[in-house]
């Protein structure tokens, strides 16, 4: 937890993952009033605490043991450089801040200073040698200044006036500072400050036992430059090398307010515990009464929290999570993150919903040296609305099987997905495993990748792979919404072994082959079921004429199928076996350009294809696999007009198309981009994807694209497909966004679809009002501690969280339809060291049903995100979204943001 970061001023990694509550044992009396307390200058130490405070260990003993009986001195500039002989006393230093170098004669000798009288102040500079007995006593020199200084050699050395002792990036500041010889032990006063890589802790009175590092910091307060966070506490003790406890602490992002009458005020939000222990040497953390503070309210609280002293995971219970929709109100949930092993760990969390009743959910993830994977559960054991029990599960593995003698590799991917029931994707919008909600995938997959030597085939690729895939398919229950558009067709289940091998020479002549063997089922009996075996190879080779590569390519592709129902001529067999030839030609030309300011290399690249493809009679065979190839800039130079195998389009044609670019030289990035791009049918095509009959209309539609982000703070994006008999648009997508700054973007999209879509997107995050975070006028400081404002307050005083109001959103609006299809909604509010959120998402699930879910998350900056979780729905919504914060929460979830994939 966070309270790590605050607490352990020994550390700087710190920074604990979980809560874990244990039986609250109760505050054994007051906080001690006398104890050998000091604050270790190894609170520092950004590797380890006792390094620091070996820095202060040996500063002191070495000043000890090798001052003189009486030293004083005005305006004195001391270095110490550890050292096993002692130098030479140089000469007297004028007045006006020169320096003097003094050596430290051995024995009992004392060390004098000639210096000039003057009003002018002089600087004293002189070597110590290091103390035998300081274990960690570093190798860099200390720099010591005072105004004063003076002591007995042997028993005690006193430096007063603006005391400051460094050594490396450790910086230790007080108003007084002394060391005692006979105990070892070292104690600074009055406006003590230790800084270290921009780590600030101030309190009023330190003290250290330098032998055994124990003793005690009083009322110390502290601020971490890595979290940007900060606090106090009334007591520090330090209980041995590794070991302290702290009593009444507190711990904030947040600036205090300094109030009217100039006492510090309390943060906006904070952190307090009244004791906690820490042991380094058991990484082991334990706090007591634990309570999170947000304006004056506590809002969480733990009798006993425990947590990592590193960035090693943890058990423990973590923030509460909050959600409502109207599909099951409002529901509460609080995970438990259980670390199992370093390669395991689980998180269980229970729910409530105010009108389905108590859930639970459960993810359990693992890795192993050559595979990982996740099982994740969510269920509810009687749903008080559906009447029954409803949940889902979601088994995902990869892995690898690694040869020790050879480069073969054997890897395999399994995926199994399933929900209780097919209204699932409307009652459960949010925790749906997949991106299409009605259509689930499951499959085991296995591939072997050989050795080329194995095979004897020269140098090549060849791979043997297998698998079965299988489908959920979740009905449309609403009565009222059009059977057509909202059929799904169930895929076919399969079941594959197969071979693929290449060549690996791309400038010779090149190939590759592929033969697989597949079963297909289906759970509709009205559905042909069976065998198919196909067999697919090509061989091509470019030529390079001076500028212009030419491709020419000889493909072939053969089916063979053994069916369980007959066929239309009541046959169970069929076979096909077809060649296509191609040939490619193409050539980029470039010239600089300037445009806005930019230097630039413009390209022009022309491309024609021809594709000849004979015609077979195909309307006997199955659809096993195969549908129409979308309409792209990719696939219009597909030699097939079809995915999958069971159709091969015939082909006489010629494929034209141009596209320019314009290329940042500094960057290499694209700024521009145009092209078109059109077919010509030389002949009749007769195996038509989109209709019944022959294609007879010679040029195909043209496609028109475009993109530029050439012009400061612009992105425009568009294609247009235009008819090619008609020239109106057939389908268009045109985007332009606006963003200047950060957490500053405006979008809008318009998608037409002749006959089906048109719809017009609006996204935005932008500013409304307010001012900016005073948080990076913090960080400038705790950046350099030479710059820290060194005040009775400490370093986490100053101004108050400034406050920033952003608008979130995206509106989806039909056209066609005359209503908004999708609704997004929502504002940001940046104080600075916490940020609230305020989400209304509303989905359409049918043609008279919607889901409407409401959002609300607090994070509070260097602890936790409290509520919901809506930043991955504005991520995916609002094209350009920018975090306020990047994730720094210490008190989070291993992998408690989900993802929804269909890989």
Known sequence: MALAAALCAASFACLPTAWSAEPTEPLAGNTPERSTVAARARALSAVAAAQAASAASAAAAASASATSKAIKATKADTTVKPTQAPATTASPAPATKAAAQVSAPAGDAPLTRDSDRGTGASRLSFSLPSTPSAPHDGKQPLFFEADHLEGESGSRTRATGAVRLRQGELTVRADEMTHTQADNAASAMGHVVITRNGNVFSGPELNLKLDTLTGEFIRPQYWFARTQAGGQAELIEFLGENRLRAFRTSYSSCTPENTADG????????????????????????????????????????????????????????????????????????????????????????????????????????????????????????????????????????????????????????????????????????????????????????????????????????????????????????????????????????????????????????WTTQAQIDRFTHQDASKITGNRVNLTGQVERAIDLGGVTLTPRLALNSTQYDLDQALANGSRTASRTLPTFSLNAGMTLERPATLFGRDLTQTLEPRIQYVRTPYSDQSLLPLFDSAPRDFNQYAIYSENAYTGVDRVSDANQITMGVSSRLLDN?????????????????????????????????????????????IPSWNLDSVVQLNGQTHEAERATMGVRYSPGPFRTVSTTYRYTRGATNQIDLGWQWPLFGRKTTVSQLKAQASSPDQIALNQQGATSGQQCGGTWYGVGRLNYSLRDGRMANTLLGVEYDAGCWIARVVGERVTTGSTQASTRIMFQLELVGLSRIGSNPLSTLKDNIPGYSLLREQSSVLSAPGATRTTTDD
Not at 343 to 354: A, F, K, N
Not at 681 to 692: E, V
């Open 666 to 710: 500094k960057t290499g990035a694209e700024a521009m981009r145009f092209g078109v791009v059109q077919k010509l049918l030389l002949s009749d095509q007769r195996i038509n994807p989109s209709g019944t009959g022959p294609i007879t209309q010679r040029l195909s539609d043209l496609l028109l694209l475009g993109s530029t982000s050439v």
């Open 263 to 510: 006492s510090p005020g309390e943060p906006d939000w904070s952190l307090k515990t009244s004791r906690v222990d820490m042991d380094f040497d058991a990484n082991e953390g334990r706090a007591e009464n634990a309570v999170i503070w947000f304006q004056g309210v506590p809002i969480l609280a733990a009798p006993v929290l425990t947590f990592p002293l590193n960035d090693q995971r943890k058990s423990g219970w973590l923030p509460p999570s909050i959600d409502y929709d109207n599909k099951s109100g409002l529901e509460f949930g609080v995970p438990y993150y259980w670390n199992i092993a370093p390669q395991r760990d689980l998180t269980l969390t229970p729910t409530v919903s105010t009108r389905r009743g108590p859930g639970l959910g459960a993810e359990f993830r693992y890795m192993g040296a050559h595979d990982l994977g996740s099982l994740e559960v969510y269920g509810i054991p009687d749903d008080s609305v559906a009447g029954k029990s409803r949940g889902l599960v979601d088994f995902k593995h990869l892995g690898s099987l690694e040869s020790s003698d050879s480069f073969a590799l054997t890897s395999y991917d399994i995926r199994w997905r399933r929900v209780s029931d097919d209204d699932y994707w409307r009652d459960f919008p949010r925790n749906l495993p997949s991106i299409t909600p009605r259509l689930y995938d499951s499959h085991a997959n296995v591939e072997r990748q050989l050795n080329a030597q194995n095979w004897g085939l020269g140098n090549t690729q060849t791979t043997l792979y297998g698998g079965v895939q299988t489908w959920q398919v979740l009905r449309d229950l609403d009565t009222t919404a059009d059977a057509t558009s909202s059929a799904i067709e169930a895929p076919y289940r399969r079941s594959q072994l197969g071979l693929r091998s290449r060549s690996d020479v791309d400038s010779a002549l090149s």
